[in-house]
């Protein structure tokens, strides 16, 4: 039994109607699977609208046609829905883990959650992994039996497991949590532990998190060429763009550069997906999983590049760390959002009053790292342009940015 009549899942797919269910038990309905509610809470969630104004790479006032979370997070959830219909899996469950990947993401990007990480290192830390979790099971406030979403606890295991398991087989923290510890988001979700932490998660939350690299990859050099930052002859060289350019030069010398740019970029994300789509066939084929947890049991993720591929993308992705985000342009904003999130962090620790009303009535509980969390979560959920009204209110300065 599937849960879309019109087509068979994998035998390896999760299955909707064999779901675990929610942590809070609530009646399901017959119009949409469980899979699709998690999606539709997700969409309609208020830290899933905060990700239009959230940074990707260039601040907002930059320009309309960069990239910002919500569209990166909707390019992800494109070719993950993608990739799970061809592979059989569950389309719903990919989507929805796909479009709530980045919900944990502060604003200005990379850079304003360096920065929350560093306010609170005696606070355990700040991870947008693990913000995401607690934004869907504590954050968002607006059903009457529960905070969060009450989301499936496969939706719940792929937000949290998607890279991979956290801990080894005796429970010690592994990867990058190693040194510090899992991240207290997780630790403090009362059915952590029921997610398995130890193990892979399904094929679809595999299947979004490669897509995450895709999307990625694709749209960087589209922003970063679009922005200046680079020209298109730059990627010549490198591994798997250069052969894009390469073929659409050949078909096409005299093409306009947009239109040369976005054909070099649709080849680059059609080699991609072919890539995926093969090693991942070749991997199941070795394997012959015949339910989704044998998916979790294996020692190695099932949806994958090729060796080839994966190293094709590691040089890809350094030639966009040394030629966009180590771009003087960016590293000088990006300096500049850092200053802004400690900024606005040290304000409001040194005086709750400075919060909102709505954020003022949890920030006097007792102890000195709740408090610090309950900053950082408010600060965590901020949009760019949010941060920066926030932080000119506090220091009646301009925030920064020209």
Not at 102 to 109: A, C, E, I, K
Not at 278 to 288: A, F, I, P, S, V
Request: charged fraction near 30%; glycine fraction near 6%; proline fraction near 5%.
């Amino acid at each position: 039994m599937t849960d879309n009549p019109q087509r068979l899942l994998a035998p390896y797919a999760c299955n909707a109607v064999l779901s675990r269910g929610r942590f809070v038990e609530e009646p399901e309905t017959a119009e949409r699977s469980v899979f699709q509610r998690d999606r539709d809470r997700i969409v309609h969630s208020t830290a899933f609208r905060r990700l239009k104004h959230k940074t990707q790479v260039f601040v907002y006032h930059e320009g309309d046609h960069f990239r910002t979370r919500l569209t990166h997070s909707l390019e992800v959830a494109q070719v993950a829905r993608a990739l799970a219909r061809t592979l059989a899996l569950d389309e719903d469950l990919t989507e929805a883990l796909a479009l709530a990947h980045d919900l944990g993401h502060t604003p200005f990007g990379h850079a304003g959650e360096t920065a929350l990480d560093r306010c609170m290192r005696r606070h355990g830390g700040f991870d947008h992994n693990a913000q995401s979790l607690r934004i869907v099971t504590r954050l968002e406030r607006k059903y009457a039996r529960f905070d969060g979403l009450n989301l499936t606890w496969e939706t719940l295991e792929g937000l949290v497991k998607h890279n991979g398991p956290l801990v080894d087989r005796d429970g010690r923290p592994i990867g990058p949590f190693a040194e510090t510890g899992l991240p207290p988001a997780i630790l403090d979700f009362a059915g952590a532990a029921d997610l398995r932490l130890d193990s892979f998660a399904s094929a679809e939350a595999q299947v979004a998190a490669l897509s995450d690299d895709i999307a990625y990859n694709a749209h960087d050099i589209d922003d970063g060429l679009r922005a200046g930052l680079f020209d298109i002859i730059d990627l010549g060289d490198v591994p798997l763009a250069g052969d894009a350019l390469g073929e659409v030069l050949q078909l096409y010398p005299d093409l306009e550069r947009p239109r040369l740019i976005h054909e070099t970029v649709r080849r680059l994300i059609s080699r991609m997906v072919s890539d995926v789509l093969g090693e991942t066939r070749k991997r199941l084929r070795g394997h012959d999983p015949a339910n989704p947890d044998d998916i979790r049991r294996l020692d190695r993720p099932v949806v994958a590049f090729s060796d080839e591929m994966t190293a094709a993308s590691a040089t890809l992705k350094g030639f966009l760390f040394e030629r966009m985000y180590r771009h003087e342009r960016v590293l000088d904003v990006m300096a500049r959002a850092q200053r802004i999130v400690t900024d606005l962090f040290d304000a409001f620790r040194a005086d709750p009053e400075a919060l909102p009303p709505e954020w003022r009535h949890s920030a006097d509980e007792a102890g000195e790292t709740k408090h610090a969390r309950h900053v950082c979560d408010f600060i965590a959920g901020m949009t760019d342009r949010y941060a920066m009204e926030q932080h000119k209110r506090l220091f009646d300065v301009d925030p920064l940015f020209r």
